[in-house]
């Protein structure tokens, strides 16, 4: 494929109205395996060509290095005016009133526990399954996470069980939209409301995902975004504390500031810092560098939710293979990854491992996800830390009786039958997602053999 097709094609694809062209349009790059018997790992040709799959993150110089370029030969590299832009610009795709970037998203969930002052002695509940920063953010605070555990075909924490963790000490649901899917919110809000608790949204994976047509992120008390090089909004580092309340957003930029006063705490003191605090401001080139994928990311994610509905109807077929569910009215996923479960008893005993291993020979970026966090060794060093014993009792951090009253057998389940393709390969074709049902199919078809040759 010469650059120049592919670099056009990148141009369409990150245009609203993806839908029609996906469906009318094979891009030269594609070839069809469907005459392909064979899977590649027993020597068949792959499915897709590597070097074809559409690479993360996307960036296309001619459009989006101007801005970039213009701040850095300005000198003004610190927090100004183009992070305040990224800013106004994230809050207003949201439809919230407020956002403040930080360094990156564990610290857009640091800042937002701290300044909603969720401290030693609180409690806040959270699903096992989500990336460690969630968790870390919590202990970071000095608080303590308590685990609820998942509804498996969501993927997403279980509502119907979130009731039964709360204890005087609660404080928060930290509910994670994990793998860019939502959360059933409905059901968090109304818990929250009726137990008086606060809600964080870690919506790092899950830029413009909604439940009721409403902004995943902006339902909650606050939510925090994540703009990792991996994430569909890729700047590198950088992340958005989003919210409603103008007081709290303040006391959140004060707090990213070293404490000096910011809007509502401008005038109450005459000099210096206010409140102890720390300094994690986005810098400027950054900024300029979200503004740059800010542009694609509503036709990314039209693309994504039209190809993983498409691949999801193909290869709920296949036996053994079961796709995400999506919770209670979401209008819309953010797709950060596409995950499905599998059944090795239906695929003639093949490990979950090879039929990866099977996937990745088809040149798919796919893994396995997440492993358990709640038996991980940093929360029981962070019990037995000098911070902890000093602010706790010893009963409450028995580290014994925590790990009983936080086991999660769903989440463990869930964690070795998780099988994850990258959000990249869903900004592909309608016939893209053919060829990777066609692989898995292959796979299927062929597991007894693939297994015995991968055991040998
Ligand atoms: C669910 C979740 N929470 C928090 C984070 C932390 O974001 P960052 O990597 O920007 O610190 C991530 C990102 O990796 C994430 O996936």
């Given at each position: 494929?010469?650059?120049?097709?592919?670099?056009?094609?990148?141009?369409?694809?990150?245009?609203?109205?993806?839908?029609?062209?996906?469906?009318?349009?094979?891009?030269?790059?594609?070839?069809?395996?469907?005459?392909?018997?064979?899977?590649?790992?027993?020597?068949?040709?792959?499915?897709?060509?590597?070097?074809?799959?559409?690479?993360?993150?996307?960036?296309?110089?001619?459009?989006?290095?101007?801005?970039?370029?213009?701040?850095?030969?300005?000198?003004?590299?610190?927090?100004?005016?183009?992070?305040?832009?990224?800013?106004?610009?994230?809050?207003?795709?949201?439809?919230?009133?407020?956002?403040?970037?930080?360094?990156?998203?564990?610290?857009?969930?640091?800042?937002?526990?701290?300044?909603?002052?969720?401290?030693?002695?609180?409690?806040?509940?959270?699903?096992?399954?989500?990336?460690?920063?969630?968790?870390?953010?919590?202990?970071?605070?000095?608080?303590?996470?308590?685990?609820?555990?998942?509804?498996?075909?969501?993927?997403?924490?279980?509502?119907?069980?979130?009731?039964?963790?709360?204890?005087?000490?609660?404080?928060?649901?930290?509910?994670?939209?994990?793998?860019?899917?939502?959360?059933?919110?409905?059901?968090?809000?109304?818990?929250?409301?009726?137990?008086?608790?606060?809600?964080?949204?870690?919506?790092?994976?899950?830029p413009l995902a909604e439940?009721?047509?409403?902004?995943?992120?902006?339902?909650?008390?606050?939510?925090?975004?994540?703009?990792?090089?991996?994430?569909?909004?890729?700047?590198?580092?950088?992340?958005?504390?989003?919210?409603?309340?103008?007081?709290?957003?303040?006391?959140?930029?004060?707090?990213?500031n070293l404490g000096t006063?910011?809007?509502?705490?401008?005038?109450?003191?005459?000099?210096?810092?206010?409140?102890?605090?720390?300094?994690?401001?986005?810098?400027?080139?950054?900024?300029?560098?979200?503004?740059?994928?800010?542009?694609?990311?509503?036709?990314?994610?039209?693309?994504?939710?039209?190809?993983?509905?498409?691949?999801?109807?193909?290869?709920?077929?296949?036996?053994?293979?079961?796709?995400?569910?999506?919770?209670?009215?979401?209008?819309?996923?953010?797709?950060?990854?596409?995950?499905?479960?599998?059944?090795?008893?239906?695929?003639?005993?093949?490990?979950?491992?090879?039929?990866?291993?099977?996937?990745?020979?088809?040149?798919?970026?796919?893994?396995?996800?997440?492993?358990?966090?709640?038996?991980?060794?940093?929360?029981?060093?962070?019990?037995?830390?000098?911070?902890?014993?000093?602010?706790?009792?010893?009963?409450?951090?028995?580290?014994?009786?925590?790990?009983?009253?936080?086991?999660?057998?769903?989440?463990?389940?869930?964690?070795?039958?998780?099988?994850?393709?990258?959000?990249?390969?869903?900004?592909?074709?309608?016939?893209?997602?053919?060829?990777?049902?066609?692989?898995?199919?292959?796979?299927?078809?062929?597991?007894?053999?693939?297994?015995?040759?991968?055991?040998?």
């Amino acid at each position: 494929m010469k650059n120049t097709s592919r670099r056009s094609f990148l141009k369409k694809s990150t245009a609203a109205g993806i839908g029609t062209m996906l469906a009318s349009s094979l891009p030269s790059f594609v070839f069809s395996a469907t005459k392909e018997k064979m899977p590649a790992i027993l020597g068949g040709r792959a499915a897709l060509d590597k070097v074809h799959l559409i690479k993360w993150p996307i960036w296309i110089p001619e459009t989006d290095e101007k801005r970039v370029l213009e701040v850095l030969r300005s000198g003004v590299w610190s927090r100004a005016n183009v992070v305040t832009e990224f800013e106004n610009a994230w809050a207003k795709t949201l439809g919230v009133k407020r956002c403040l970037t930080v360094v990156n998203g564990t610290n857009a969930l640091i800042v937002s526990l701290n300044q909603l002052n969720i401290r030693a002695g609180d409690e806040v509940l959270v699903t096992p399954y989500t990336f460690v920063a969630t968790i870390q953010a919590i202990l970071a605070n000095n608080s303590i996470p308590v685990f609820v555990d998942v509804d498996p075909e969501t993927f997403q924490i279980d509502p119907t069980k979130i009731e039964a963790k709360i204890t005087p000490n609660t404080k928060a649901i930290m509910a994670v939209h994990i793998l860019g899917l939502p959360a059933d919110m409905d059901q968090i809000m109304a818990i929250a409301k009726k137990h008086n608790l606060l809600v964080i949204e870690d919506a790092c994976q899950a830029p413009l995902a909604e439940v009721g047509h409403q902004k995943v992120g902006t339902i909650g008390n606050v939510g925090c975004f994540s703009f990792q090089n991996s994430k569909n909004i890729a700047i590198g580092e950088g992340g958005a504390i989003v919210s409603n309340d103008d007081a709290f957003i303040d006391r959140c930029y004060s707090y990213h500031n070293l404490g000096t006063p910011f809007g509502t705490a401008v005038g109450t003191i005459n000099t210096g810092s206010f409140m102890q605090a720390t300094k994690v401001r986005l810098s400027e080139y950054q900024a300029a560098i979200g503004l740059a994928q800010l542009e694609r990311l509503e036709g990314q994610t039209v693309t994504r939710n039209i190809n993983a509905a498409y691949l999801s109807s193909l290869i709920k077929k296949v036996p053994g293979i079961t796709p995400y569910k999506l919770s209670n009215n979401v209008t819309r996923a953010a797709f950060h990854l596409f995950p499905f479960k599998y059944n090795t008893e239906l695929f003639k005993g093949l490990s979950r491992a090879s039929f990866i291993k099977s996937l990745q020979a088809e040149g798919l970026p796919v893994s396995g996800g997440y492993t358990p966090l709640n038996t991980q060794p940093f929360i029981k060093e962070a019990f037995a830390s000098k911070n902890f014993k000093k602010m706790y009792s010893p009963n409450a951090i028995d580290y014994k009786a925590y790990m009983e009253n936080n086991a999660c057998p769903k989440n463990d389940v869930l964690c070795t039958e998780a099988v994850w393709f990258s959000q990249n390969l869903l900004l592909g074709t309608k016939t893209e997602m053919e060829i990777v049902a066609e692989a898995i199919e292959r796979i299927h078809t062929n597991a007894e053999s693939i297994k015995k040759s991968l055991d040998k």
